[in-house]
């Protein structure tokens, strides 16, 4: 179907400029301290956070970045002092990353900030309807999100 491909190239590019746009504003709306961190540091700390400790493996397939760019992201947040590593108690062959109490407290911080900012324009600008609309997006980017980039047979991604 050339019409539906067409609108898939074109819904793809449309949301990549929307969530770059909208990435920039909600950095903007950190604290100018709290702006040497990037999207990818902030994530996985708040996963340690949310979801307790982890391997550098793990983490590296919960955020989708290949494992020597986690061990980056893990290295600049060890070194700031949001993170440490501890061996697992059930295999101590295993390091797990835990986030530490300066951690917890800048996980909590920055998106407290961005998601107020972003609660009070989806308040002032769109309406019950269109909020609703914004839930739907954001569980259809969640499921792209944990998506397998191959088909399935209907044609359809497969989720992982």
Known sequence: MPGRSQQAREAAAELMRAMTRLRARLRAESAP?????????????GRIVIEGPATT????Q??????QSMAEIISALRAAGL????PDPSD?????????????????TIPAA????????ITAILGPDEQQ???KAAAIMNRLADSDARQSPAGRLKPR
């Open 62 to 67: 919960a955020e989708h970045v290949r494992r």
């Open 114 to 121: 961005r998601e107020a900012w972003l609660d009070s324009a």
């Open 133 to 135: 609309t914004l839930l």
């Open 57 to 60: 493996s793990d983490l590296a």
């Open 83 to 86: 993170v440490e590593s501890k």
């Open 92 to 108: 101590g062959r295993k390091i797990l990353i835990h986030a530490t109490r300066r951690g917890r407290q800048l996980s909590q």
């Open 33 to 45: 301290s709290d702006m040497s961190w990037n999207w990818s540091q902030l994530t996985t700390l």
